[in-house]
């Protein structure tokens, strides 16, 4: 039976890990270097190493015939799917659900706020000693649609609360029920776009989210309202906002983007209505903690033979 775990963090830097000798477990250190740190073959759980390319989280995959566990430190798994196939029958994938949610939302808002009370304006106004003073758009009494209601979205209507939007609406891939109101499906989309102000998406990249915000969806939002982009790049169609922001119709905050990362000299670089920010929305200071305990946890769980939080997907099920 192979015991090797592998975490791109020293084990010793992970507070509650499960000690080595009493779980029988050997841990190894790896973030994606050249070398790896033992044969692959004896890995039991691979901890995909964070804010690494596709080819980097799958490589190792191939040679893992005996691993049991994939899990990720992202909330999307879209950087290893391409690895699924490697592996063998039973193997449990998951993902970072609980590590995001606070940075994530917090850079949602962080965008809104900055694209709609004209921030960049005043960062180049500063740059030029211009006072641009005026009336800006203001997040109260703005209706908000929230495209992708899972933990992060809901963490994201956690920080619109206190800002006095006229109307929250949610969308998910199908329809339920929460305690602050209805869940709309993708659906429901044609109806529900015209009536936002703010339009921010926080999906997983699959094949019915890839290129959703196309020259349709994009049209039907409201003269004026505001795209934002915490998901994934893929999700919307780069050609087609590029031809709704040099229109002047809507503006944008991207924090992801297809090319990515956005290449010197692509045009969303400098798109009026366009703020882009570097695919920075889970990665502060709030990431390390969080995915130490998550790590910790379900190590525990594996080391006593119990069911793991986080499983997305079961191999061969």
């Known amino acids: 039976m192979t015991t090797d775990v592998w975490l791109p963090f020293e084990a010793h830097d992970i507070p509650g890990l499960p000690d080595a000798a009493e779980a029988g477990l050997t841990y190894r250190f790896w973030d994606g270097g050249p070398e790896f740190p033992a044969d ?20 190792p995959l191939s040679a893992m015939t005996s691993v049991r566990v994939v899990q990720t430190l992202t909330a999307g798994i879209d950087h290893v799917e391409p690895g699924i196939k490697f592996l063998a029958p039973g193997v449990q994938l998951c993902n970072a659900r609980g590590v995001h949610e606070a940075s994530t939302a917090e850079l949602a808002l962080t965008l809104v706020l900055a694209s709609l009370r004209g921030v960049p304006r005043f960062v180049e106004g500063q740059r030029q000693e211009e006072w641009r003073s005026g009336f800006y758009p203001a997040l109260a009494d703005r209706s908000v649609l929230i495209i992708g209601y ?33 869940v709309h499906p993708l659906v429901d989309l044609p109806t529900l776009l015209p009536q936002a102000d703010v339009v921010i998406l926080s999906t997983p990249l699959t094949e019915a989210t890839r290129g959703l915000v196309d020259g349709d969806f994009l049209a039907r939002m409201k003269d004026g309202a505001l795209l934002v982009n915490v998901a994934r790049g893929p999700v919307v169609d ?39 920010s570097p695919h920075v929305g889970g990665s502060s200071s709030a990431f390390l903690p969080r995915a130490k305990r998550l790590l910790a946890a379900q190590l525990t769980e594996h080391a006593a033979g119990r069911p793991l939080d986080n499983v997305v997907l079961t191999t061969g099920s």
């Open 40 to 59: 692959p073959a004896d890995c039991a759980f691979y901890v995909v190493p964070y804010m690494k390319t596709t080819e980097i989280a799958v490589r």
């Open 150 to 182: 899972g933990s992060i979205g809901s963490a994201i209507e956690d920080r619109l609360t206190p800002f006095e939007c006229a109307r929250v609406a949610r969308v998910a891939r199908s329809a339920r029920a929460t305690e602050r109101g209805p």
């Open 238 to 276: 780069t050609k087609a906002l590029l031809a709704e922001l040099e229109s002047g119709r809507i503006t944008a905050a991207l924090d992801v983007t297809d090319p990515e990362p956005l290449p010197a000299g692509h045009p969303l670089w400098h798109a009026p209505g366009a703020l882009v």
